[in-house]
């Protein structure tokens, strides 16, 4: 049984926003005072993805679904009209092939940036919260980091 004077921790994530001060604030009005709440901001990864993705790394984004979509469309048609036109299907349809694989690699390029950009510019950095308190505190600690947006919430004991 935990015992009324044993010290817990609360660990908490936050992404970096007004949410965070006023946790912060309502956990010291609660009485934990400030020397127990320990904010450690995350630093982020500021490299560039890759293009291409490897069979180790994945960013969810896959490049060439609409190139071999559209090469596959244009391929068809080409060798469709290529009975009516003077090069024939084969060329026609391998022209069609080229173009259609260009044209969505093209359009598949310019909206991953697109995506790319708008994702750079909506994360924020994420704050790790520890806070030391009673033991008879955690549940109305936790209460009140969940109530202030916590994106996780964990009770650490070291016993």
Partial sequence: MIGSGERMYIISTFDHSNYLELAITAIQMKGVARENILGVSIDKRGEDKMLFDTLHSSDGLSLLDLP???ATLFCLFGSIYGFLL?????LWGIIGLMVGFSLGLIIKL???KKYDNRQKKSKATEVVLIIECQATQVEMIKDLLWKHNALGVRKLSLN
């Fill in 86 to 90: 003077t090069w024939g299907p084969v």
């Fill in 110 to 112: 310019i909206t991953t």
């Fill in 68 to 70: 071999l979509i559209l």
